[in-house]
């Protein structure tokens, strides 16, 4: 089992820049897939950004060039770097693990469903004013 707990959401004015962290319970390092989601009452769930089990990255065109996902693994963190965010960006955010993925981190970007990634965090509300 693992517990992810997101913080850093809050309030910003658009072109500000916010950094959320997902830690875990435990190490992902090597074993898992993570990513970054962002879920509103208007929209479908959206995969952000993603590091697959190489370290590789992915990005959503509505994101590339403007967040950034990384992991510190000795502090089993996961961090998503948001910078000039806009108001289409607002939403509530969480981060998801999948154990044992093998699959390259622009695959893992098209999975969205809770049943496919098993383990995700409650979510840290973000909220950008134009």
């Known amino acids: 089992q693992v517990k992810l707990t997101e913080t850093g959401g809050g309030s910003v004015q658009a072109g500000g820049s916010l950094r959320l962290s997902c830690e875990a319970s435990?190490?992902?390092?090597?074993?898992?897939?993570v990513g970054w989601f962002r879920q509103s009452p208007q929209k479908e769930r959206e995969g952000l950004a993603t590091i697959d089990s190489t370290g590789d990255t992915s990005y959503a065109d509505s994101v590339k060039g403007r967040f950034i996902i990384s992991q510190d693994n000795a502090k089993n963190t996961l961090y998503l770097q948001m910078n000039n965010l806009k108001s289409e960006d607002t939403g509530l955010y969480r981060c998801?693990?999948?154990?044992?993925?093998?699959?390259?981190?622009?695959?893992?970007?098209?999975?969205?469903?809770?049943?496919?990634?098993?383990?995700w965090g409650e979510g840290t509300q973000v909220t950008v004013s134009s």
């Open positions: 435990k190490s992902l390092h090597n074993a898992y897939c």
């Open positions: 998801a693990a999948s154990p044992g993925c093998r699959q390259t981190s622009s695959q893992v970007l098209r999975h969205i469903t809770e049943e496919w990634f098993g383990y």
